[in-house]
T-cell receptor
C-alpha cells in the first residue's frame, strides 16, 4: 500500500543516453512534483503538475521533460544525460486545495551518470 | 530573494540530551512552514506544518514552534532512532512549491 512509488530505485547509465523515471501515487492527490537532491542534500523543485497540467517549470534544461498521462502518474524523461545530472530524484504529491498542503515523497531514484 | 537557512548543519547528541534545531526564513507572505525527516536512502517524511507565529505542534519527542522569522524543532530526551536529517521548507503565498533548507543532520549516540 505504498503511497508514492518510483521506479527504478537506482539508475546507472553513460553520458549521452536517454532515460526515464516513473512515479505513481495512490493517495488520490491532484498535484505531483519532481525534485532534485544534489550531493549536498539540497532539495530543489523541478516541475509540478496539477491534474495533468504543468504548473511549475523551474529553470531546468530542456533535456528534462515531464509527462503526466493521468493525475496519478508523473514520469520524467531525460535526454542526452550529462555527468551533472547525477543526483537523487524525488517524486512527491499533494492535494493542492488542502490547507494542510503537506507533500508526500517517494523513496527516490539515484541516478548515476558515468 | 527568498531564503531558508537551517542551523546547525550537523548536531551530535547523547541519548537523553535535549536540544533544538533552527530554521530561519525570509519569504514574503508565508503560507506554511513544514518540517520533514529524511533517513539515509529514503524520501523526506512529513512531520509538521505551522501556519502562524505562535503556533506549536508536538509529536512524541518532537515539538515545532514558529515565530515571524524562524522556526525551532525541539527534541526532548532524544533516542538513537531520532537520528536523521531534518529538513525545513516554506511555502510562499501564491506559490505551489516548497522551498527547502539544506537540513540539519542529527546523530543521537547511545
Amino acid at each position: 500500500d505504498t503511497a508514492v512509488s518510483q521506479t527504478p530505485k537506482y539508475l546507472v547509465t553513460q553520458m549521452g543516453n536517454d532515460k526515464s523515471i516513473k512515479c505513481e501515487q495512490n493517495l488520490g492527490h491532484d498535484t505531483m512534483y519532481w525534485y532534485k537532491q544534489d550531493s549536498k542534500k539540497f532539495l530543489k523543485i523541478m516541475f509540478s503538475y496539477n491534474n495533468k497540467e504543468l504548473i511549475i517549470n523551474e529553470t531546468v534544461p530542456n533535456r528534462f521533460s515531464p509527462k503526466s498521462p493521468d493525475k496519478a502518474h508523473l514520469n520524467l524523461h531525460i535526454n542526452s544525460l550529462e555527468l551533472g545530472d547525477s543526483a537523487v530524484y524525488f517524486c512527491a504529491s499533494s492535494q493542492l486545495g488542502d490547507l494542510r498542503y503537506e507533500q508526500y515523497f517517494g523513496p527516490g531514484t539515484r541516478l548515476t551518470v558515468t | 530573494e527568498d531564503q531558508v537557512t537551517q542551523s546547525p548543519e550537523a548536531l551530535r547528541l547523547q541519548e537523553g540530551e535535549s536540544s533544538s534545531l533552527n530554521c530561519s526564513y525570509t519569504v514574503s507572505g508565508l503560507r506554511g512552514l513544514f518540517w520533514y525527516r529524511q533517513d539515509p536512502g529514503k524520501g523526506p517524511e512529513f512531520l509538521f506544518t505551522l501556519y502562524s507565529a505562535g503556533e506549536e505542534k508536538e509529536k512524541e519527542r518532537l515539538k515545532a514552534t514558529l515565530t515571524k522569522k524562524e522556526s525551532f524543532l525541539h527534541i526532548t530526551a532524544p533516542k538513537p532512532e531520532d537520528s536523521a536529517t531534518y529538513l525545513c521548507a516554506v511555502r510562499q503565498g501564491g506559490a505551489n512549491n516548497l522551498f527547502f533548507g539544506t537540513g540539519t543532520r542529527l546523530t543521537v549516540i547511545p
